[in-house]
């Protein structure tokens, strides 16, 4: 009689792990289900859970899914592909073993990844995504969240981050000073207006095309290869009550200053360096002029290659210097300077859009002084040098 009742009893129990079900409401999804197995028969909305709670990887791609409920159940998941598909939310709060996750081509509005602590690439392209959190994914090596709607982007927490695709969307700022693993980066098409990879040495690959940055110094990246840093100006600007504003404000947002010489120049192959569409940039700063006019083509005409050029000595110090003030700004030639403090031994120079002195001047001391533009109209660019080794520039408009 015992031995009946404990084999009813595991009849019992066996049933009642089958009785488990979880619920699908999106037919297609259940569908795939089907097809890879997990499920039997036609759709009718539930698949038993013990099928799928031991399921490792899962590949939906392309299966017309709408809805993922029941993902929830998918608990020892590590890799899920649902790219390409109809997406508008994914719950993946259960799924904390996720290492890889791409859900890329769908038409997500928000992702919360904050509970999937072990993953280690992100694939969230091509969606309608506002924002993206990723400050829990300390493990997080790939990020591919091109072509969204992401304002802004953290990853100061990714340390281990080696590529990060963020291009076409309106990124206005990135901090990389905390990813000194980096390797690959593409943040073009977006609305940056400073880039600085000082502190990404294993940089190999960098897009940063179609943004507003006026300087970018590489010379601290040795390892670098590939570079594209074509159309770096303002295309598209609404000019409605200040012209003389607007003709500023134009020039302040192009490409001026490109500072190559990282001593590894010989690494970036022809075709591998483009630097075209840049109307402000005159001059590219490299080890070698002579090698880099020979197997560097893709850049405007106007630009040449020069060991020292002095806009990037201006790029370079410009943020950590005093502000001044100059006026009138445009000018007919005459300009006054007003540095708002006293500062001995200051240098002063008016540079073209070649990037060539045409002027100088030495002063001792002072808070103010005049600079007549004995130079044809145009945009020059005034750089003012103190003795503590600081320099600020501004670029003035001579009508």
Not at 208 to 220: A, R, V
Not at 306 to 332: A, H, M, Q, R, W
Request: net charge negative.
């Amino acid at each position: 009689m015992k031995t009946i009742l404990s084999f009813l009893l595991i009849i019992s129990q066996y049933n009642h792990v089958l009785a488990q079900t979880t619920a699908i409401p999106d037919t297609n999804f259940e569908q795939a289900l089907i097809d890879l197995g997990y499920d039997f028969g036609t759709p009718d909305g539930t698949v038993i859970t013990a099928t799928i709670d031991t399921v490792v990887i899962l590949n939906l791609m392309n299966d017309g899914i709408s809805d993922l409920s029941g993902i929830e159940d998918f608990t020892a998941l590590k890799e899920l592909n649902c790219a390409g598909n109809y997406l508008t939310s994914i719950n993946l709060s259960q799924n904390s073993a996720l290492n890889i996750l791409s859900c890329n081509g769908n038409q997500l509005t928000s992702l919360n990844v904050a509970q999937n602590t072990d993953l280690v690439t992100l694939s969230c392209f091509q969606n309608q995504l506002t924002s993206l959190d990723v400050s829990q994914n300390v493990k997080l090596n790939l990020l591919n969240c091109r072509n969204n709607q992401i304002a802004s982007l953290d990853v100061s927490h990714n340390t281990s981050l080696t590529a990060l695709f963020c291009s076409s969307n309106p990124v206005s700022t990135l901090d990389l000073s905390q990813n000194d693993s980096l390797v690959y980066l593409d943040c073009s098409s977006n609305q940056l207006s400073n880039l600085d990879v000082s502190q990404n040495l294993d940089l190999t690959f960098l897009r940063c095309s179609d943004n507003l940055i006026g300087s970018i110094d590489l010379s601290q990246n040795i390892l670098l290869t590939d570079l594209y840093c074509e159309q770096n100006q303002l295309t598209d600007l609404e000019v409605t009550q200040n012209d003389q504003l607007a003709v500023l404000h134009f020039f302040s947002n192009q490409l001026a200053c490109l500072n190559v010489k990282n001593g590894n120049n010989v690494n970036i192959f022809p075709n591998a360096l483009d630097a075209r569409n840049n109307p402000a940039l005159t001059c590219i700063e490299v080890d070698n002029p002579s090698w880099s006019a020979a197997n560097w083509p893709h850049v405007d005409f106007s630009v040449s290659f020069k060991l020292n050029c002095d806009l990037c000595t201006v790029g370079i110090n410009e943020n950590n210097s005093p502000k001044f003030d100059c006026y009138p700004n445009p000018t007919s030639g005459n300009i006054t300077i007003d540095l708002g403090a006293g500062f001995e031994n200051i240098k002063v120079k008016l540079i073209n859009r070649l990037g060539q002195v045409i002027s100088s001047k030495n002063l001792v001391s002072c808070k103010h002084f005049n600079i007549d533009i004995d130079a044809p109209p145009g945009i020059y660019t005034l750089l003012i040098e103190t003795g503590n080794g600081k320099a600020s520039s501004i670029r003035v408009l001579k009508k």
